[in-house]
Each structure stands twice: as C-alpha cells, then as structure tokens.
Nanobody
Framework: QVQLVESGGGLVQAGGSLRLSCAAS????????MGWFRQAPGKEREFVAG????????YYADSVKGRFTISRDNAKNTVYLQMNTLKPEDTAVYYC???????????????????WGQGTQVTVSS
C-alpha cells in the first residue's frame, strides 16, 4: 500500500520560512515524479512545484517561483519543499503527490498524479 506522509506545516509570520517533507512508502521512489499542490479554503487545488525522478528538473508555479524550492532525496524516499518569504496568500493545506512516469515532463495537473498524501496545514499570518 502506497503511503505519502507530509510533515513540517505550521503557523508562521509573513516573511518567515517553513520546510515541508513528504516521506513515501514507494518501493521504486526514484521512478516517480513528485509534486506539491495546495488548496486554500474556498479555492481549487493548485499546483505549486514538481520535480523529476532524478531531481535534475524542477518546475514551479509563477506565484512561488523564486521563493520556494523543491528537492528530493531518493535514498530516503523523501521530497521536500523549502518555503521562504512566505505570504498570507500561501496559507493552504499542502499535499504531496506521486506520478509514475517514464517521461521527462513534469505534470501540473493533479489528475495525472496517482498517489496523494493527507496534507499538512500551512498558515501565514500578516
């Protein structure tokens, strides 16, 4: 059974930082593209960042580019999201997701990801 478990969320003031982690129970973690998505109250889920199987390629939503960094450690079956210069509009539940893909393109559509975590709350106060 595939499990993705996020951690690292919390309450932070605007301008602060948080680092999210997602531990995956995937036997072949390195064969999965990984992504971070978020959903704010009353809004649709949106793509935040994605990383290729090797970690060499990354892709970010314009709203977080330059502030967030996605990375992965395939030896630890873990993907990270370093979030700096946080803004109140970053407040959301953050989810990690896994997509088994032989291709190179990092998908931004949530429907293309087969496995999801339960989410971790990030709240940024002004």
């Amino acid at each position: 059974q595939v499990q993705l478990v996020e951690s690292g969320g919390g309450l932070v003031q605007a301008g602060g930082s948080l680092r999210l982690s997602c531990a995956a129970s995937l036997r072949t973690f390195s064969s999965y593209h990984m992504g971070w998505f978020r959903q704010a109250p009353g809004k649709e889920r949106e793509f935040v960042a994605g990383i290729s199987r090797s970690g060499r390629s990354t892709y970010y939503a314009d709203s977080v580019k330059g502030r967030f960094t996605i990375s992965r450690d395939n030896a630890k079956n873990t993907v990270y999201l370093q979030m700096n210069t946080l803004k109140p509009e970053d407040t959301a539940v953050y989810y990690c997701a896994a997509r088994s893909s032989a291709g190179l393109t990092i998908a931004t559509m949530g429907a293309l990801y087969a496995h999801w975590g339960q989410g971790t709350q990030v709240t940024v106060s002004s």
